[in-house]
């Protein structure tokens, strides 16, 4: 039996954590745990994450759309060719993290990404860590998520010794989650059945 599921208005059972507020719940139904497999997608939610490191992650979801804007849709060949001008305008604005370790971090990060994108392609590189398919958990509470794994201590240190920073093991897995890397949709969550079906065979 699933505990800690939160039975909806709509009459959907969902995970607990986004409680009832509907850019959460909207999140949480659209875009958790589907696999990602777009390479700028990927690299988006990589920095996001790196981003969140001490928030929560609502507080970057509320600032995603203006994250967006500010890192030019987070293309990495514009990204690395950012000058001092621009990264003191993305340290002064207000609808984003203004953090500035994390926003030098991130052009840095872009000069790794695109070095493994030339060499064997973002998506490929990460998935290739899982054999290419999503790790298809069945927890029946909270309590049976864990906070890291692995597979993104492996991945961590992988891309540490690359160049990322602000992707520690436990940043790391929660990109996985997100990106249907991990399927920990509660059992019983509607969700957790929906994201099993969009798993991409290779």
């Known amino acids: 039996m699933t505990k800690g599921l939160i039975e909806h208005e709509d009459g959907k059972h969902r995970c607990p ?53 500010s890192f030019d849709g987070f293309d990495a060949e514009k990204i ?12 002064q ?6 953090h500035r370790g994390k926003i030098e971090s991130t052009i840095k990060s872009a000069r790794v990404y695109l070095d493994i994108q030339e060499k064997q392609g973002f998506s490929n590189y990460l998935w290739d860590f899982t054999d290419g398919r999503v790790i298809q958990n069945t927890p029946r509470s909270m309590a049976d998520i ?6 993104s201590t492996r991945i961590s240190k992988d891309l540490k010794k690359r160049g990322f920073n602000f992707c520690g093991p436990t940043i790391v897995h ?22 099993k079906l969009l798993e991409r065979k290779r």
């Open 93 to 98: 604005d207000a609808g984003i993290i203004r």
């Open 146 to 151: 864990v906070p890291q794994t692995d597979v």
């Open 17 to 69: 954590w986004p409680g009832v507020d509907p850019l959460y719940v909207a999140y949480h139904d659209t875009d958790w745990g589907v696999p990602e497999y777009d390479d700028r997608a990927l690299f988006e939610k990589l920095i996001l994450d790196g981003f969140q490191a001490g928030l929560s992650w609502i507080t970057i979801l509320r600032k995603r759309e203006n994250f967006r804007a």
């Open 174 to 195: 929660a990109f996985m989650q997100a990106v249907g890397m991990v399927n920990d949709h509660l059992v019983g969550c509607f969700r957790h059945e929906e994201v």
């Open 80 to 91: 690395v060719r950012y000058s001092p001008q621009k990264i003191e305008s993305l340290v």
